[in-house]
Structure formats: structure tokens, C-alpha cells
């Protein structure tokens, strides 16, 4: 909030948006600040780069809710995207009832597995819920104050949520503080760039682009966490990748040749 309070009053965005607007606005911060938490919560429980690959499914949600909520088109290849994305995802679970009592490669206790897996998921439905919502809204707010929305709402969920579990804490000194200050701040310019992205561009493209994400998750697992993904995580990693990437491809030739014709 202090960080995006100095655009707003720069803007001169206000701090409440157009009335037909802040519906949109309120949803946008509750599911956006409620993906995030939850996909921190994946992080702790489970291997960092499974934990992405599933979040990275976001994009196959996107086109679903956008055929239900924006009447956008879901074809058959949408439903094969799907069905890959699931298989990816049940690839990095590995359910006792398809591989067996005994589950192999897995950190940490498998019941702490199978909640971040929840959680992860979860994240991505409630990533994906964002970015209809942002498409719906456009340019008619500035992103500063979609930013503001999902920092103030953020704030005040997870004020209610640490009083609820009883689990108000200073960190650490040292190390702990100074890592959850870069959370914070590294949270917010991905915030940033990514409505600044969906507004200049087109969804596609920054979605594609985003699958950085799983790439540097892999490296930054094995750099810093020393721990290397399971042949397991890259299987899921290859079908949820391909679903996301065949997804927005698509959707992207569909826009572009929308717009070619417009203007012909």
C-alpha cells in the first residue's frame, strides 16, 4: 500500500474507481490477494517448482471462465488443453489409488503434499477468476488502482485470518525480516508488470511469456533449495506447459485474425 499510494495521488486515480466499476475491482482484489495466499502456502508444504508447474494451469481456467462469464468460444481443442493441464497435475499429486500405497519422490509428508496440491490448484482457479475479471474491466481503470484494490483487500483478509488462527508474530531478526520484505516488494512490481502487461497488450502473448515461470522455478529450486525435480514433476511440468501454451496460442491467432478482418 505505501508503495502504490504515491501512483495513485501521481494518477490522480482516486481511491475507490468508477462506481460500475468497483464490484469488479472488489472481486479482482479478494480472488487476486486469496490466489496469492494460497499459492504461498503451497510453497511451504511442498516442492517449489510442483507448486508452480500447477499454478501455471491458471491459463486453461482463463479460457473456461471466459466461455461462461465473457461468452468467449471454448472448442474441442480448449477441452484436449484440459484434459492435458489435469493429467500434468495428477502427474505431481501421484494419488495413492493410480500409483499405489507407496509413493516415491515425494518431500516431506504426502498428506502436506496432497494439501499443497489443493492449495496450488485452488490458486490457479482463483489467478485465472483474476485475469476474466481484468479483461472484463480493460483500460477503463488504471492499473495503479487494480493494484491498490488487491493490496488493501489483501490487507484487510489477511489481518482477519492471522487473528482467526492466533498466529500474530514478529519474524526473526535478520535474514527472515529481510526476505519477507523482498517478498513484498518482488510481489508487488509482479503485480505491476502484469496488469501494465494485460492492458498494453494482448492476453496471449503475456501469457506465453509467463511461462518463464515454471523454467525458473525449476532453476531456482536446484540453485538455492538444492533439490531436483522428480521425473514425475517434469512430466507434469510438460503436459501442463504445452496445455497453457497451446491455449493462449490459440486464443491469440483467434484475436488476431478477429482483428484483421475488423479492419479489412
Same mark, same amino acid.
Given at each position: 500500500m505505501m508503495f502504490v499510494l504515491p501512483g #495513485? !495521488?501521481?494518477y490522480k486515480t482516486g481511491f475507490l474507481g468508477p462506481k460500475d466499476k468497483r464490484m469488479f #475491482?472488489?472481486? @479482482?482484489? #479478494? $480472488?487476486? +490477494?486469496?490466489?496469492?495466499?494460497? $499459492?504461498? %502456502?503451497? =510453497?511451504q508444504v511442498m516442492p517449489l517448482?510442483?507448486? /508452480?508447474?500447477?499454478t501455471f494451469s491458471s491459463p486453461v481456467f482463463t479460457s473456461l471462465f471466459a466461455w461462461i462469464f465473457l461468452k468467449e468460444k471454448y472448442s474441442l481443442w480448449d477441452l484436449l488443453f484440459t484434459i492435458f493441464t489435469i493429467t500434468g497435475v495428477v502427474l505431481i499429486a501421484r494419488p495413492p489409488f493410480l500409483f499405489g500405497s507407496k509413493v516415491s519422490g515425494i518431500e516431506g509428508s504426502y498428506t502436506d503434499h496432497i494439501k499443497g496440491t489443493i492449495a496450488a490448484v485452488t490458486s490457479a482457479v482463483a489467478a485465472a477468476s483474476t485475469f476474466v475479471i481484468l479483461r *472484463?474491466?480493460?483500460?477503463?481503470?488504471?492499473? =495503479?488502482?487494480?493494484?491498490?484494490? %488487491?493490496a488493501v483487500i489483501g490487507l484487510i483478509v489477511c489481518v482477519i485470518a492471522l487473528s482467526v !488462527?492466533?498466529?500474530w508474530s514478529l519474524p526473526n531478526c535478520g535474514i527472515d525480516r529481510f526476505l519477507l520484505i523482498a517478498i513484498g516488494l518482488l510481489g508487488l512490481g509482479g503485480q !505491476? =508488470? #502484469?496488469t501494465k502487461a494485460l492492458q498494453i497488450e494482448e492476453a496471449g502473448p503475456v501469457a506465453i511469456m509467463k511461462t518463464?515461470?515454471?523454467v525458473f522455478a525449476f532453476i531456482l529450486q536446484i540453485l538455492f533449495l538444492n533439490h531436483l525435480p522428480t521425473w514425475w514433476t517434469v512430466g507434469g511440468a510438460l503436459c501442463v506447459v504445452a496445455s497453457s501454451s497451446g491455449t493462449? !496460442? &490459440? *486464443?491469440? @491467432?483467434?484475436? +488476431? *485474425?478477429? +482483428? /484483421? &478482418?475488423?479492419?479489412?
Open positions: #495513485l !495521488i501521481y #475491482l472488489f472481486f @479482482r482484489g #479478494l $480472488l487476486g +490477494s486469496g490466489a496469492m495466499i494460497l $499459492l504461498y %502456502y503451497a =510453497f517448482a510442483d507448486a /508452480t508447474v500447477i *472484463k474491466v480493460g483500460k477503463s481503470v488504471h492499473y =495503479f488502482l487494480s493494484i491498490w484494490y %488487491y !488462527i492466533g498466529e !505491476i =508488470f #502484469l518463464m515461470d515454471v493462449v !496460442i &490459440r *486464443k491469440w @491467432r483467434q484475436n +488476431s *485474425k478477429k +482483428s /484483421t &478482418r475488423n479492419e479489412i
